[in-house]
């Protein structure tokens, strides 16, 4: 199993841009996650997903949507890129609300 | 504020040594507590985890401890290893499907 695929790795963008982060998992999980860690801080929830279909709003979501059409899929869209949201976003999954999360390996944002 | 943090932001230890890392949390409600490992550029890894009626639970070099009295949270880690620094998380199901997340404690293990 590769796990949970994230793409683009890296990715700079000019203010008002608008981009997909694309997230993939193979372990048929039902729940997936958007986190982003800012510098020297910890993971805020974006968005998450229970399951096909079933999206809600985390911590921090502003400026930011997700669809979740498969079971393996769940992009997250910038539409109108800001500075505030330079940062590495990390897609997770899981089997079930109290199990662990399993992490990709992130995408590295830069606006300028 | 944030409800889930750590004491020590940086800790520095011997190789062969044993590292403890604390985390404390404020809300009385969260059931479920994991700890992560961040090496540079990758995703969080998760070590281990446990539930609130559990005190302890151990793995394979990696302990955890919960004392819900005083909301506190402990990773030890057994004989620590060069590959053993990272930045460790402890993180906490503050509501329902959502994980609450520390700063992290960076571990350096001296060789």
């Known amino acids: 199993n590769a796990g949970v695929t994230q793409t683009p790795k890296f990715r700079i963008l000019k203010i008002g841009q608008s981009m997909t982060l694309q997230c993939t998992q193979d372990m048929n999980h039902n729940y997936m996650y958007w986190y982003r860690q800012d510098p020297g801080m910890g993971l805020k929830l974006i968005y998450y997903s229970v399951g096909a279909g079933i999206t809600d709003k985390g911590e921090v979501p502003n400026g930011y949507n997700v669809s979740r059409s498969t079971t393996e899929d769940f992009p997250l869209r910038l539409e109108l890129a800001a500075p505030s949201q330079t940062s590495v976003y990390f897609c997770?999954?899981?089997?079930?609300?109290?199990?662990?999360?399993?992490f990709g390996n992130g995408t590295r944002l830069t606006v300028t | 504020g944030e409800s889930v943090g750590l004491h020590l932001p940086t800790l520095s230890v011997q190789e062969g040594d044993n590292s403890i890392i604390n985390c404390a949390y404020s809300n009385s409600a969260s059931d479920y507590f994991i700890w992560y490992k961040q090496e540079s550029g990758k995703g969080p890894q998760f070590i281990i985890d446990i539930r609130s009626n559990m005190d302890k639970r151990q793995g394979q070099r990696v302990t955890v401890l919960l004392n819900k009295t005083v909301k506190h949270l402990s990773l030890q880690i057994a004989a620590t290893q060069p590959g053993d620094s990272a930045v460790y998380f402890c993180a906490e199901n503050r509501a329902s499907y959502q994980l609450t997340f520390g700063k992290g404690t960076k571990l350096s293990v001296i060789p």
């Open positions: 997770a999954s899981s089997y079930g609300q109290d199990s662990p999360l399993h």
